[in-house]
Structures are given as structure tokens and as C-alpha cells.
């Protein structure tokens, strides 16, 4: 009697990209590393092609929202879980930022205090214990991660022990902005209340108000938005990303065959906050300013419907869906900005009933059918 067992071959791992993909890849770094520089700083302010200031900053806050919405793909894309407080670690990147250009500042403020002007009008004698390390960049650096993954691994940890999920699970998180949201508005908190912080001047000594600092972040986030994309599909492809699909689409099989979810869904969700996080970071300089208002509840929706309208678990769906609802934002809030809420509405409500799948499913079925 043959007792030998048949081996079992496992299929070949799936590549990061495609040669249609790297080719994309390349393309989009190229764009943002060599392209947009020149347009912006070489090609004359009145020529055809040139990039003005205002097309870099807006083109540099949605590649942030971006790395937001990439982040939230990957726990509700690919995990099933939906959050409705990922804004609240998008406003801690900004804010662990935001404290590093308030101490940059130096004597340049207002009353010419080595304070922070609104600790001054408040009459605060010295800093809180929170801001001990703010003057460092690579303390900044390290907070601007671990801050956000802390909240979200604590949080995440008693959610998920609880087995807290679906609707439940997206109103706690709801909740948890909102109340973080009241807590940075107050003034005895030092985040400045529901100012925040402005008037930026400096980082790492160099001006931020100049045209060659304000490229210099924009090729930052392009290369970082690009850096998480990369990241995602190599989470996505491997046996961990695996397993988080098993889990979003049926769980309780999942426990049943050996797996515990908890620790899977903990990572996956500390890793989408940190990425928020360093969104957030970004987002400040180049946009200037960081209050209470980035972490209310209708920002964390926003970004679930960016993952929405571009196509959940595609990773590039939410990236284009960032683009696509940001920049019909920004033109409609100056053209028709009485109009806009009931746009974005529309919109959600129109992707959920006619493309569950999104731009990215659309154009899927439509190359289907012309084959």
C-alpha cells in the first residue's frame, strides 16, 4: 500500500506590477520628479505649459488626500472594515507638524517670544510637557508615525478584542473624531483651540514661502503617495494580504481554520493610521494652516467616498477617486459653492446604486465589452 503523500504546489507568488504597470509607475514618478519641476520653475509664468504656484498646491493636497484614501482601501477595500475617523489621524501628523513649524518660527512672531504667539495671548509662561520635543525634526519625524499608530493600536485593539465591527464599528470611530475634535478645540489643551496653527516661516531653516520649497514638497509627497502604493500592493499580494480578503469576506471561516483575525486586523489598521499620519504631515506646509476642523466627522467620510467613487480593492481606484472628487471640489467651491455639498451627495449616492465598483469597475466593464 502506497502511503506517500502527493505534494502540494503552491501557485507562484503574483508579481508587484505588471510591465504595463512598472511602465505607468515610472511614468507617474517621472511626472512628479522631472515634469512638474520644470513646468513650474523653468517654463515661463505666461506660456501654455506653464504650472503655476496654485497648480502645485492643489496638486500637492491631493496626492495627500491620496495616501488617505490608498490607506483606507486597504481596511475597508481589502479588510471590510469601514472607518469613519481616519481624519482624526490625518489632523495628528498634521498637528506633530504643525508644532514643528510653530517652534521654527523662533522670534519672528508677533510678540517676539520664543513662545508660540497664541501661548503668549493665552499668558503661558513655558511649554507644556506635550511640546518637550517639537524643536526636533527627527523627534518630529518619529512622532508623526507613532503618535497616529498608537491612538489607532490602542483603539483598534479593544475594538477588535470586542469584535466590534460593520455599522457599529464605523460609529465608534465617528465618535472618536468628534470627541478628539471638541478636546483639540479647547485652549488649555496648547493646540492653539479652534485657531490652530499658522504663519508658518521656516523648516529646517529654510523658508517655506519660496518657489523652490514649495516643488520640494510636492515632489516629497509624489514620491511618498508612490512609496505607499508600492507598499499596499506588496501587503495586498502576500500571505497577509490574503488573509485580510478571507477575513472581509468571511471571517468567522477564517477563525475556523486556525487563523486569529485580531492580530491581522490590528496591523493592517495601525498601518492605514501611520499612513494617514504621514499624510497629514505633509499636508501642512504646504498648505499653511492646521486646526480642530481636519478631524470633524465629514472629512472621515470624504475619504471613505474617494475609496468609493474610485473603486474599493484596487488600490489605483482610490487614488484617482482622491483626484477625481477633490479636483471637481476645488472648482465647483468657487464656481457654484452652494451647490457642492449637494454634488458630493449625488455622487455617493449615485456610485453606491449604479457603480458599486467604481470608476475603476466601469472602465473594467467597458474594456469586457469591447473585447
Known sequence: MNTSLTPVSLPAPAPLLSRTGWAAFLLALMVVCAVAPVLNLLVPEGSLFHLSDYGVGLLGRIMCYAICALAMDLIWGYTGILSLGHGLFFALGGYAMGMYLMRQIGLDGNYKSALPDFMVFLDWKTLPWHWTFSDSFVATLFLIIAVPGL??????????????????????????????????????????????????KRILNIPIATPNMRMTLFVMTGVTLLGFFLLARWLINSKFGRVLQAVRDAETRVMFSGYN???YKLTIWTISAMMCGVAGALYVPQVGIIN???????????????????????????????????????????????????FLGALFIGVTLFLPDGVVGLVK???????
Open 292 to 342: 480642530p476642523s481636519e478631524m470633524s466627522p465629514a472629512n472621515s467620510i470624504e475619504i471613505a467616498i474617494w475609496a468609493a467613487v474610485g473603486g474599493r480593492a484596487t488600490l489605483i481606484g482610490p487614488i484617482l477617486g482622491a483626484f477625481i472628487v477633490s479636483g471637481a471640489k476645488s472648482w465647483l467651491t468657487v464656481a457654484y459653492p452652494e451647490f457642492w455639498l449637494y
Open 261 to 263: 483575525p485580531l492580530g
Open 365 to 371: 466593464k467597458l474594456k469586457g465589452g469591447a473585447k
Open 151 to 200: 491612538v489607532a493600536f490602542v483603539f483598534g485593539y479593544f475594538a477588535f478584542r470586542s469584535r466590534i465591527k460593520g455599522v457599529y464599528f464605523s460609529i465608534i470611530t465617528q465618535a472618536m473624531t468628534f470627541a478628539a475634535m471638541l478636546l483639540f478645540f479647547r485652549n488649555e489643551t496648547g493646540f492653539g483651540g479652534n485657531n490652530g496653527f499658522t504663519d508658518f
